[in-house]
């Protein structure tokens, strides 16, 4: 690749990296800040990340200051999670936090700890040593296995990110948008490919090219989020419209069903069953488990299991106040637990404390 061009691209690149971090901190601003805001933000840090480190590869700075591109396979492993998972929030705004949230970053915290312990925390002489073995086998270096391996993630990623849009293409309202966010999704996959196979290929124009794409997808997203503040806002109030229209709660008293659900809990107990299931607790109200299911989610954006055992933690604590010296575990059994390791998991998940640290801090 001519010395100009490489100039102008790797330039390109290094604002594009500028704007995307700049783009990042405004999600930061509102006073008020949704799950999206913290996605996109991270999502738009680590595109930051990856054009900085690309740019650096192209001027190949990477040959004398390694360190320049730390953090470059760990961003491209986040990318996929994050844009899967930003979508999902931005169509399903009300459904709650997929509860294996975590398990979406256990490939980019390993490839992180990686990077940093391999790479990072390496000598200067040992980090030049390790890029210029790497540049001279590509693709029979051992660092070609995580490159790889971010690939083949990203594709699964993408794939299903198209499967969340294709279910509500349909919806003619809101098409604009999803064929917006396709076109930017296909442009995405793009530029990976064409980045991976132009750096383990050693083809310098695809590799110019894919991170180029990439610097123009932050370009327009600039320009679209200027221009269309609200662009996205048609599709998640679209789709919250057709699912109500679909919702299994028509015709349900939602204020006698609260009500009651309420009795059920705090005056009868239910919950002190430790066998006591969905089915069991809709045939107790009257209505279906799927109705109770799309009641305790939409409405009190919680699950079945989440709201018993709020009610359940929620009387252990009263039983503690009122007889500081009594067994925890038999406590534990006595309001519906059947499991000392669920029980002691949840207590600390909710009160930031274990059951025997509660305690102690009732007897001081």
């Known amino acids: 690749m001519q ?10 690149i290094y604002f594009t990296a500028g704007l995307s971090f700049l783009m990042a901190l405004q999600k930061l601003v509102p006073v008020k800040r949704r799950i999206e805001n913290y996605l996109i933000f991270i999502l738009y840090l680590a595109l930051a990340f990856i054009l900085f480190a690309l740019a650096n590869v192209l001027l190949e700075r990477e040959r004398e200051l390694p360190v320049c591109i730390f953090l470059l396979l760990t961003a491209f492993s986040l990318i996929g999670p994050l844009t899967v998972l930003y ?3 931005l169509i399903y705004p009300e459904t709650p936090k997929d509860k294996h949230l975590k398990y979406h970053f256990i490939l980019p915290f390993v490839i992180f700890g990686g990077e940093f312990i391999f790479f990072f925390l390496q000598s200067l002489k040992t980090q030049q040593e390790a890029i210029a073995a790497f ?3 590509r693709l029979g270096h051992p660092f070609a296995v995580p490159v790889l391996l971010t690939t ?17 293409f349909e919806v003619r309202e809101i098409r604009k ?6 076109i930017l999704a296909s ?7 064409s980045v991976v196979l132009g750096f383990l290929f050693a083809l310098d124009y ?3 090219i894919g991170a180029a794409l990439i610097g123009g997808v932050i370009i327009t997203l600039f320009f679209a989020a200027a221009r269309y503040p609200d662009f996205f806002g048609p599709l998640s109030r679209e789709v919250l419209k057709r699912k109500y229209e679909k919702s299994l709660l028509n015709g349900v008293d939602l204020v006698l069903l609260q009500n009651r659900l309420t ?10 069953n430790p066998v006591l299931g969905l089915k069991t607790l809709a045939k107790e109200l009257g209505i279906h488990p799927n109705q109770l299911s799309e009641f305790l989610s939409q409405k009190l954006h919680t699950n079945f299991a989440g709201y018993v055992n709020q009610f359940r933690i929620e009387e252990v604590c009263q039983l503690l106040k009122e007889n500081p010296d009594q067994d925890i575990l038999t406590t534990c059994f006595f309001v519906g637990f059947n499991s000392k390791s669920t029980f002691n998991d949840l207590f600390k998940k909710t009160m930031g404390v274990t059951p025997s640290e509660y305690r102690d801090s009732l007897k001081k």
Not at 264 to 269: G, H, I, L, T
Request: proline letters at 0%; zero cysteines; glycine letters at 2%.
């Open 3 to 12: 010395v100009w061009g490489r100039d102008i691209v790797s330039t390109f």
């Open 263 to 272: 009795e059920f809990m705090r005056v009868k107990k239910l919950y002190h």
């Open 87 to 89: 979508t999902h929030a």
């Open 135 to 137: 540049l001279a086998n």
């Open 206 to 208: 695809v590799f110019a």
């Open 177 to 182: 948008q999803i064929i917006f966010i396709l």
């Open 187 to 193: 442009i995405s996959a793009t530029a990976l490919y």
């Open 152 to 168: 083949v993630t990203s594709t699964v990623y993408f794939f299903y990110r198209y499967r969340v849009l294709f279910q509500v």
